[in-house]
Structures are given as C-alpha cells and as structure tokens.
C-alpha cells in the first residue's frame, strides 16, 4: 500500500469473514482509525520489515458476541501461529509483546477501574513479566514455556476477559477495542 486510498480501498473490499495480509510503507494509523470508527474491521499490526509495515486485516462476522474478548482471541490464535512457525523468531516476539501491552496498557487500568478483584490485573502482568524472559535452549524449556502461554491465554479467555466484558459498558469495549488495535511497536 503506497497511498492511503488505496489502503483504504483494501479495507472497504473486506467481506464479512474475509481477511487480508496488507504491507506498505503509507501512514497507516490515520487510515485505520477512520475505518475502525466506520464499521466493523480487526486489525492486527505485524512485525515491520524493513522500514515496510505489515499488518492482517479481517472483517468479522457480523453478531460477534463481545468483539473485544473475540479480538484478543484472535490475536493469542495469530501469536501462537507465529510461535508454530518460529518459536524462536522475531514474528512471534513482536507478535507476544505487542499482545501483552495492549492488556496492560489498556485492559489491565480498565480492570482495576471497574472490577472486583484488583490482584487479577498484578498476577497476570507478573505472568507476562515471566513470558518476557523465557529460556529457550532445549526441547524441555521450549516446551515448558508453550505451556505456560497457553495456560495464560486459556486464563485470559476463560476468565479475565469475560469478567472483564461483564464490568464493562458497550461504550468503553468499542473503545478499547479502537485502542487496541492501533497499539503497535
């Protein structure tokens, strides 16, 4: 994308359920923000490359039940794919720490505002704390630390994030979820 009409033209061609690897070197955030405000767009930023952005753009179903619990699903799904392909890669680096500041930019101080267990929000920035030095020499330790992500995440969609949808009115979830997904790097 080199022109910020044609980024928008890429996201306007979106259907319901489709999605979109899109790459350019034009501002980005201006753009995504209008679309994000005019309808219904995820967007997933992506390790830059060479001074190029990149970026996943999907259009979800209509009737999402709670579109930002089913964002950062979608975000754990795209993080663990970049795990699979190179766990030990910058993809999934990039991917897993852009993740955890969004929640701690945005979820976590959401959290402490308005839900009933305030330690929930420090034991799960400790766990990302733990997720940001893992050892990955061997088979075991890699291992070890899949199970520990997977163990949060399954936390974060079971519990966090639904306690959190419950605390939450209509107006701040469209809002974080706008947020979040010009959170990048």
Request: proline content about 6%; hydrophobic content about 45%.
């Amino acid at each position: 994308m080199e022109s910020p009409a044609e980024l928008r033209a890429a996201l306007d061609g979106l259907a319901p359920g489709d999605g979109r690897m899109l790459a350019g070197h034009v501002a980005w955030k201006p753009v995504v923000r209008e679309a994000v405000a005019a309808g219904s767009l995820w967007w997933f930023p992506l390790e830059p490359d060479a001074g190029l952005w990149r970026a996943r753009a999907e259009r979800p179903r209509p009737g999402a039940a709670h579109k930002l619990a089913a964002y950062l699903a979608r975000d754990h799904r795209l993080m663990e794919a970049a795990w699979d392909q190179a766990p030990r890669g910058r993809a999934f680096h990039w991917r897993l720490e852009r993740h955890m500041r969004v929640e701690e930019r945005l979820l976590f101080p959401a959290w402490v505002r308005h839900g009933d267990r305030p330690g929930w929000a420090r034991g799960l920035a400790a766990e990302h704390d733990l997720l940001r030095r893992p050892v990955l020499n061997s088979r075991i330790h890699m291992r070890a630390f899949r199970e520990r992500l997977d163990s949060h995440d399954d936390k974060e969609e079971r519990v966090f994030y639904p306690a959190l949808m419950q605390c939450l009115d209509d107006v701040e979830v469209a809002s974080l979820l706008r947020e979040a997904m010009l959170i990048d790097l």
